[in-house]
């Protein structure tokens, strides 16, 4: 809950969208295991695990650009990625140029708040937000 200190319903509600996500997908999962369901309606379940994760990558990039002590940009970039998200996981049948710069952004995205976690972990823990 790394931006609770800014918004702490969004917060909140990027813990849900993120929780939706893995829960949709174990459910599909199991439900496929034990043949409840065929691969089609598993696709259409796991199609719906990726929305949550699409909104929870957009709420945690809104997070992010609100939060006052991240920078704005990495917000603005996770935003732009969870539509590239939406658009990867919906399988419009994009070209391969265009799924490798969707891949490229979703990966930089969420790499690039990763690294700046990483290097600004220190300070983030001194300041207590």
Same mark, same amino acid.
């Given at each position: ?5 800014? $918004?702490? =319903?969004?917060? !909140? ?35 719906? +695990? ?24 990495? +917000? ?16 419009? $049948?994009?070209? =391969? ?14 790499? !690039? ?14 300041? =207590?937000?």
């Amino acid at each position: 809950m790394l931006c609770k200190p800014a $918004n702490k =319903k969004l917060a !909140s509600l990027t813990a849900v969208l993120r929780l939706l996500y893995a829960f949709t997908l174990i459910i599909a999962l199991l439900v496929l295991v034990f043949q409840i369901i065929d691969v089609y309606d598993y696709a259409s379940i796991k199609l719906f +695990g990726y929305i949550f994760f699409g909104l929870h990558i957009f709420v945690l990039g809104y997070s992010v650009f609100k939060s006052g002590y991240i920078p704005k940009t990495l +917000g603005l970039l996770l935003m732009f990625a969870s539509f590239t998200y939406i658009v990867f996981f919906v399988d419009l $049948n994009l070209s =391969k140029t265009l799924e490798v710069i969707t891949m490229s952004t979703m990966a930089i995205a969420e790499l !690039s708040l990763s690294v700046w976690l990483i290097v600004k972990r220190k300070r983030l823990l001194e300041s =207590k937000f």
